[in-house]
């Protein structure tokens, strides 16, 4: 009786549950993130070893990183998380507005994260000359970050997919097409945030200062602040006006729950990388 009583009193937001208690989805989701703690464990663990014996006449580490960059872009993947929890916490008491903000908040910050990182690897190989191929730094290098960085466009993928999802309105088979300009927006909004990032941290670089830098990617990239402007605008209207009540709300909990679960253990491996990677060098 008292153990009836007390799985009675579990909640796993209507997702049905395994004889271990967990629900289908989030089990699912810990077996395969654990396969994928294993993967990222080999790739990190080579890149130390590495480290501790490094060729003669290699690439030195401190000549080839950027610490300000990669901490700037390592807080916001952190800011990220915060945003992701606060969807899970939204949706699990049943408020999409607020969920949805969360999430194209989590986006937001996940392409600025990939502007980042697209940024350091062209300086890498075009300034500092270092490639996949011509060192084995850069081949443990651009392998870890760059499975990585996959990880963290397959998560925006998945959450702009989970957020269109969130405006589907009951009862309407043809809501994806009804969508469609919604999604369009949303692709291109994400586009011209990669691309502004790129600009703002390549004029940052470059000029003397701060204010300097800013003043120049204005200048330079004024057209595609202005489409961002647009897109972010657009999506603005469409998030203010939905066409009726949305079949999205606690019920789908576990899903978000899912990919909060993924998009956590995406940023809790950037913090072991930036350790190892980053860090290490300049301790």
């Not at 670089?205 to 204005?218: D, K, N, R, V």
Request: proline letters at 3%.
């Amino acid at each position: 009786m008292s153990s009836h009583s007390a799985t009675a009193t579990i909640d796993h937001h209507h997702d049905p549950s395994t004889s271990t208690g967990i629900p289908n989805k989030k089990l699912l989701m810990w077996t395969f993130l654990a396969s994928d703690c294993m993967f990222f464990g080999a790739l990190i663990s080579t890149h130390l070893i590495y480290r501790l014996h490094p060729p003669s006449g290699g690439l030195e580490p401190k000549v080839v990183f950027s610490p300000e960059l990669t901490s700037f872009s390592t807080f916001i993947l952190l800011m990220s998380s915060l945003m992701m929890a606060l969807a899970v916490t939204a949706i699990q008491k049943g408020n999409v507005k607020s969920c949805r903000w969360s999430l194209l908040t989590t986006i937001f910050f996940g392409m600025i994260f990939l502007g980042c990182q697209v940024y350091e690897f062209n300086h890498f190989v075009f300034e500092k000359k270092m490639t996949l191929s011509n060192s084995l730094l850069g081949t443990t290098f651009y392998t870890l970050t760059g499975t990585h960085g996959c990880h963290v466009a397959i998560g925006v993928l998945w959450l702009s997919l989970m957020y269109v999802r969130s405006f589907k309105v009951a009862s309407d088979k043809s809501w994806f097409s009804h969508q469609l300009l919604h999604t369009v927006t949303l692709l291109a909004a994400l586009v011209f945030s990669l691309f502004a990032t790129l600009g703002l941290v390549h004029s940052l670089q470059t000029e003397p200062s701060l204010g300097a830098g800013i003043a120049h990617f204005f200048k330079a990239d004024f057209v595609l602040v202005a489409l961002a402007l647009v897109a972010y605008g657009l999506l603005a209207f469409f998030f203010a006006r939905p066409r009726g009540p949305v079949h999205f709300n606690e019920v789908h909990a576990i899903d978000v729950e899912s990919m909060g679960l993924y998009w956590h253990f995406v940023d809790i491996v950037w913090i072991v990388i930036f350790t190892a990677v980053y860090l290490l060098e300049y301790l």
